[in-house]
């Protein structure tokens, strides 16, 4: 009996094992989605849409149409070639795998017989004269650009062609052509911001009534003003979240114009809980060309900026050893950072003393780490948000930044109920290789590890585990921004030459430049050479404590 119940279990046991490959067999294979970028191009071939060109980045190409239409492909949708200087791939049918070729290589796409919109991308190439798609069901799409003239007029003297603004402008006129002399007088006039390619919103052209003064410390004793704007009603700007108050930053010390935008791509990297948005754009002023500008947002209080209730005993901090400029400030009794009050612009003296008590207690428990048996140990983790102070050390010694070391231009919030943060950024024009002092010409050696409040940090175990983790996990992220770099350059194309017409710096020293090269060119690659030997040895180090 005992054999024949092992027999019968057997059978079923096969049986079932029969009937789960027969299951697995019956489970169709899933077919790669379409990219619905490749589908945007159908509808604009079926649709006759004329091509005037495409701008490729590291992540995504830009293909523009006639109409002010474009479609953007991204990496992961496929590739296009650009075949500018170089001849495209030849494509070809493996009959033997039923799969496509590119160059003898076997692209893994099967050929189709279906209809355009049935078909994945094969490969896809421009130059000067069209941008071609190769589709699995063996059709292309040739789309000719209407730019392209084979045939000059003059060959003999031909013109120089005007390069095509790729970034926003902007234009500004005051009211009388009146100058803007103060950092604390407005005066009143009109904004206009165009985005012709379209890249920032859907809103191409954009005009409001304003006023505007200057802004800055140093920067505003410089020749290339940075200023402040202030609309009469919240509008949103380039896609930006509405608001009232807008900067424009003129970079003139950094000859990339790109260390502060840069300094925000690794913020946002970082995942600080705010992260300005930065825009280059070209600044015409009563109807004067100034040049390249960074257009961000003005760092304020608000929903969509630094978003706490000053209302109930939250506050936002700057820390300035040096321009104080509020109603309400203090020095920290241990350490003597001083403390900027920026809102609530009114504070009662019980706030002031409450607020001043807590970063008393939050200092004092900086100088208890190490001491965790003393019977009045306070722990830090209680006073500050740990996270926030980790990003804080990183991006400032990773950009190597002069200011950044407890000293200025650093924001903290303290809300009710919460630890103190390290909100967000600002400031990095003289950055990751723009400074001749405090160590800025040496990619290598430490900025802030053993500053004020980072100098007892880093006697805590968990907080160099904090470190050493973070870096370990956008590392990659990090090294990759190089790219981000090269795609902003890019944009900047024939931009910089005008800037660089109205400001003929290139080969000068400006305060504080370690050196000048000569072309933009070369700006941006030491820029990129010195940000990445910095990082490397940031991690390096920080890995070994």
Known sequence: MRKRIIILF????????????????????????????????????????????????????KIFFSDGGYVIIKKADFDIQDCSSCNPCLVTYDSGSGNWKVDGSDSGIERTNGT?????????????????????????????????????????????PVKEYKIPVIHIDTEGKAPIVSKDDYVNGTIKVEDPCGYYSDVKNFEAPMKIKGRGNSTWGMPKKPYKIKLEEKAPILGIAKDKEWVLLANYSDKTLLR???????SRILGFSWTPTMISVELYLNGKYEGVYSFT????????????????????????????DEPFWFRTSRYGVTMMVHEPEETTPAQQEALKKNFEDMETSLAKIGHETDSDWIDYKDYINVQSFVNYYLIQEI???????????????????KPIEFYHVWDFDLTMGNCDYWGGT??????????TWYNRLFKSREFVTAVQETLKKHYDELYDAQNYIYDQAKLLEGAVDRNF????????????????????????EFFVDYYLERLKWVKKEIDKL
């Open 501 to 524: 017409e109205r400001w003929d710096i290139l080969n000068q020293i400006v305060w504080p430049n370690i050196v000048a090269l000569g072309t933009y060119e070369e700006e941006v």
């Open 260 to 266: 502060n935008a840069m300094a925000m791509e690794i």
């Open 116 to 160: 355009l919109e049935e078909s994945l991308p094969v490969y896809a190439f421009f130059n000067a004269e069209h941008l071609m798609v190769y589709a699995a069901n063996g059709e292309t799409m040739d789309f000719p650009n209407v730019n392209y003239n084979p045939d000059p007029v003059d060959p003999v003297d031909p013109v120089d």
């Open 297 to 324: 947002e003005h760092k304020k209080v608000s929903k969509n900026r630094v978003n706490i209730d000053t209302e109930n005993d939250s506050y936002y901090i700057e820390i300035e050893n040096e321009d104080v």
């Open 442 to 451: 040496d990619p290598t050696g430490w900025q802030m590890k053993d500053v």
């Open 10 to 61: 057997a059978a079923i046991a096969a049986i079932a094992a029969v009937c789960i490959s027969c299951q697995e067999k019956q489970v169709p294979e899933e077919k790669p989605a379409i990219p619905e970028s490749y589908l945007e191009l159908v509808r604009a071939y079926r649709a006759g849409k004329e091509y005037t060109g495409t701008t490729m980045l590291s992540s995504f190409s």
């Open 399 to 417: 950009t190597r930044n002069p200011d950044g070391n407890i000293r200025k231009s650093s924001f903290l919030t303290k809300e009710k109920g």
